[in-house]
């Protein structure tokens, strides 16, 4: 019997250790709590953490360098090429979400430097302000990169401030230049999204309508901006989709958000009858936004169906297929943007972000949208990243029959594990266990001799019996207690306790669509199969003795 553990101090990636490594090894649920809660003490001690989270490693170290070489003491400071950020930050500062920590938009300051042919947007502010301005580093996703900050901390001596009032029109951006990396990663996902189709008819697109960002959420926060553009409305969210997204277009969308969070038959019955009457009231639908498979319930939505309505009703239909990944599904046909995270499986090496959309040619909206993103896209994914990026994605096919494999072996035993005597497991949500399985099987691409099994993907939520089996489970648990999916190692995280249980009427309102404190999310990696299972039933063992411990 071989229990897996973490080989990594707290804090720490697992070996092999880079700067660039975004998996961390944050033990035990309270820590986990800690962090939601505000408190940064255990974060302080942390050296590798998902990068969306916080500023890491070089990005840290040009972020002290610029604000000293600027004279400026006791502030904190996040650090982009991207210009929008700028009213972004003044606005998302300011709104009564931020709880105690709201500020008025006069309590930032944007510093504007250029170093190494880069011009960067430095927002400053005070560290005390930490929890009411962090969002705008994570929800947007537009951040300046790990090798991005390296490379830029090699001209640092050279760096210029440009004059900026603080009001009125920005200095124009630089952006970053693309690399050969740039074009092979088009080239890479267009022919990835060719690769076994469901009908081949319907894949038409090439790689000019690939569109590449500097992470998944860089993704989501332009094409978002783009569609209200394109198409003003009310923006729709369905099913429950990754946190950062939810929350994003919930404070964002300018003109409205609807949120129709079950996607079974019901719950798509009462997304079309809403959708009539918004019709007869002249009010315009913008865009509807879906994960596949859901995260973290897993569910998957009759995207057919969604298709079918968008073309009756007119909106963008945008599907997101990060959880699922491209080599086990293919929806592209069936929306009319299609978004991924490249940063997950795809890459697989959890050493690098970087984010996709591509637009389906077949689309009614396809000129429209190939207009508007072909004037106005500019990149911000550094040439390094996007080498990273390409060269992991090589074994992208087989890693995902390994990933698949493993999740699947995992949710089965957790599954069967419901019936042991005193098992503190109510529910485990997984593509292939659910109710929606017929919708998920409809949009699995045919065997191949590279996939011959294309699977569920690598990603299952465990529902516990109450907080403390969750707890005690979570705590045992020997894979890396860390945020990130599709990566190399298996890993667990109490998403939904950190995600959506601050706000009391957010937890409520999402214990009802089925994302309950009580539970632990898992993240297939490439180990042996075995291995995990015997490390689950580790982990098991610990909850059923809680459980059976005297109050």
């Known amino acids: 019997m071989v229990v897996l553990r973490p080989q990594s101090e707290f804090g720490h990636a697992p070996p092999p250790q880079t700067p660039y490594s975004i998996i961390t090894n944050l033990p035990t649920w309270a820590n986990a709590k800690a962090f939601r809660d505000g408190d940064s003490s255990a974060m302080a001690k942390v050296v590798h953490v998902y990068p969306r989270l916080m500023p890491m490693q070089f990005v840290a170290q040009l972020e002290r360098e610029i604000l000293k070489k600027l004279g400026i003491q006791g502030k904190k400071a996040f650090i982009y090429l991207n210009p929008s950020i700028w009213p972004y930050t003044q606005r998302h500062i300011t709104l ?252 697989g090496q959890a050493d690098a972000l970087g984010g996709s959309i591509v637009l389906n040619p077949l689309s009614p909206h396809y000129d429209g949208l190939a207009a508007i993103f072909k004037a106005t896209y500019r990149n911000e994914l550094f040439a390094s990243e996007a080498a990273v990026l390409l060269a992991n994605s090589h074994d992208f096919i087989q890693r995902t029959a390994v990933l698949n494999r493993n999740a699947e072996a995992m949710a089965n035993f957790l599954q069967g594990a419901k019936s042991i005597p005193n098992s503190p497991i109510i529910n485990v949500q997984y593509p292939s266990l659910l109710p929606s399985k017929p919708n998920y099987d409809a949009i699995k691409r045919p065997a191949t001799p590279e996939l011959p099994n294309p699977g569920y993907g690598c990603l299952l939520t465990v529902e516990f019996d109450c907080v403390e089996s969750a707890i005690a489970f979570y705590d045992r648990c020997g894979f890396y207690p860390s945020p990130h999916l599709g990566g190399h190692v298996s890993l667990v995280f109490p998403y939904n306790m950190l995600v959506f249980t601050k706000k009391p009427a957010e937890a409520a309102y999402m214990r009802e669509l089925g994302v309950k404190e009580e539970s632990v999310r898992i993240s297939s990696g490439l180990e042996k199969e075995e291995d995990l299972i015997d490390t689950l039933k580790d982990a098991l063992d610990a909850a059923i003795k809680t459980k059976e411990m005297p109050n």
Not at 128 to 154: C, D, F, Y
Not at 207 to 219: N, T
Not at 316 to 336: E, I, S
């Open 96 to 347: 009564p979400g931020r709880g105690p920590f709201r500020m008025t938009a006069d309590e930032i300051e944007l510093k504007v430097v250029d170093i190494a042919g880069h011009r960067l947007y430095v927002v400053i502010y005070d560290p005390k302000k930490t929890p009411g301005i962090l969002l705008t580093w994570g929800n947007p996703g537009v951040g300046l990169s790990i090798r991005g900050a390296e490379e830029i901390l090699s001209g640092l001596d050279d760096l210029k401030e440009v004059p900026y009032s603080g009001t009125g029109e920005l200095p124009p951006p630089t952006w970053t230049p693309e690399g050969p990396a740039h074009q092979g990663l088009r080239e890479r996902v267009n022919e990835l999204l060719h690769r076994a189709p469901i009908d081949p008819a319907n894949v038409t697109c090439t790689p000019s309508d690939v569109f590449l960002y500097p992470s998944g959420m860089g993704a989501i926060y332009d094409t978002f901006n783009r569609l209200v553009e394109y198409r003003p409305g009310t923006a729709v969210m369905l099913g429950i989709p990754f946190h950062n997204t939810y929350h994003h277009i919930l404070e964002e969308a300018s003109m409205g958000i609807k949120h129709f969070g079950r996607v079974d038959q019901e719950g798509i019955d009462s997304f079309e009858s809403w959708l009539e009457e918004e019709k007869q009231n002249g009010k315009p639908v913008s865009y509807a936004f879906v994960e596949i498979p859901g995260n973290p319930t897993l569910d998957t939505v009759d995207v057919a169906r969604l298709k079918r309505l968008s073309e009756k009703f007119g909106f963008v239909l945008v599907v997101d297929d990060t959880v699922a990944g491209f080599a086990n599904v293919d929806v592209f046909a069936q929306g009319d943007i299609l978004l991924t995270s490249l940063t997950k499986s795809f890459n």
